[in-house]
């Protein structure tokens, strides 16, 4: 009883923070899925930090409401017939937010660092089509190898190891520009408030743990004009429920993640309000494939032939996501799926036979159970996916140690390999198959949390990067794909659905299948009927590191 009196303490006075000041500013505040880590764009790892990201910068593409990639800071761009070729060319007049003048020497110096070994990028690996990436990233070539130039102040040329018709799709979010002026005063505190600098729609303006990320209108945007928005909250609530609850007291304007138990009720409450879109994303179960029981490939499919998708889907999800068994979800272009687990088709008797002769070859029975430290976030809806996937194994004589964490702890307790089993998603960047089969590159270790490491993938990989034929590429991913889901270093378990609630005040939101979402594009309308926007609760600012 006291802890319930103290929670609800907590919410009367957090209300009462939330309504104590009425702003005139023109503001959005959406949730996101953990709290910040990182304000240098180019060693975000997780959503929350791209979001905030793609506020703050600008590649030389981006995204236009829809999610079809368009200009960026590159007013236009040509490719060789070769397709090995990018020439790039500026707008006019950009600038960062501090009014220093931006050219192509800022990109050059960017794309350079975002090379270096000593940057340590974790996503990096995705741009290793640019000639020379993977040998200075690796520290075999300096970084004016890299295969990009700029000839002159308006120019910005990138040259490929091989064709890659999704590199304008990668740059909207893995080349983002950074201020060397900036960077070579202050070092790592380049990112503090007082020292920040960036040339997206917004820039930092404040950092409270637990509350939110506020960035305001940037004035020396090239667009800015066009951007309608003050500010833009990003308020961290990983529990879906606590956010429902003050989106319904109108404290919130978007909704990212909804408890599925819900879903029905609020459909009937909120009708248009309630999006659910199928994405080009994948829900998985990752194995440790380094050590342990897990490194055992028969441990693997057996773990994975156990689960019942579509019972998860139907009875836990609840959104319409498709049940997975491939690593690559539809969506993607120029990739025909085949590339599938080959026990797709079979019953669930049928695998669940198969998977308890599996573990007995392994050596684990109901004598002998197989334990397995099973790592997920501390989201309801993770943990009851988690619960019903380990009651399915339970039969089969598995014993699983659950281990919950706040999504911070929880990604850095993965990249550390400390985990049997653990919970990853992926969701496209880009339409190219390729984007979802890195993460079984053993040379994207960031991606790749498993620890898989195949010679046979990996030349798979490199013969699809080496072709023109669209049609030759396709099958040696469909090859990759297909080993790897003979050896299972992850299980797919579902397509993902987004599930969103979008306030009536907020215009500009279109759904796509990318679920991406530039803030810049987003409006309100003046109806305090519906949602008054009110003030973030007022707890100590923390400097970015």
Known sequence: MICRLALWAGVIVLSLSLGAT????????????????????????????GNIAQDLFQGLTTLDPAANTIPGQARSWTVS?????YTFTLRDNLRWSDGRVLTSEDFLWSFRRLFDPKTAAPAVSLLYVIRNGRAVNSGKLPVTALGVSAPNPMTVIIDLEHPAPYLTDLLVHRAFPVPRHVIEKHGKQWTRPEHIVSNGAFVFREWRPGSHVRLDRNPRFHEAASVRLDSIYHV?????????????????????????????ELKASYGSQLRLVRQIGLEYLAFNTRRGATADVRVRRALSMAIDRDRL??????????PAYCVVP????????????????????????EARRLL???????????????????????????????AMWQPLGVRTELIGAELKAHQVAVAQGDFDVARGAWYGEDRDAISFL??????????????YASRQYQQWLDKADSTVDLLARAEFMREAESLAMREQPIAPVHVYVSRRLISPRVQGWVDNPRGLHLNRYLSVVSTSSIHSPAAPRTTPARRPE
């Open 22 to 49: 009425a702003e005139s500013n023109v503001v959005v505040r959406r949730t996101s899925t953990g709290e910040l880590q990182t304000l240098d764009p180019q060693t975000w790892t997780y959503g929350q930090d």
């Open 81 to 85: 017939a070769d397709g090995k070729r």
């Open 236 to 264: 961290p609530i990983e529990d879906p429920k606590t956010a429902l609850t003050r989106y319904r007291a109108g404290e919130l304007d978007v909704l990212v993640t909804l408890p599925s138990e819900q879903l029905a």
């Open 313 to 322: 889907v139907q009875r836990v999800m609840r959104a319409g996501e498709p």
């Open 330 to 353: 539809e969506g993607v272009i120029n990739y025909p799926r085949r590339g599938c687990a080959d026990f797709a088709t079979l019953s669930v008797s049928a695998r669940v036979a």
């Open 360 to 390: 007995q070859e392994a050596g684990f029975g109901p004598k002998q159970p197989l334990r397995l430290r099973f790592r997920v976030n501390n989201s309801d809806t993770q943990r009851r996916l988690a619960l019903a996937i380990s």
């Open 438 to 451: 890195r993460l079984l590159d053993a040379r994207s270790s960031s991606l790749n949390i498993s620890g």
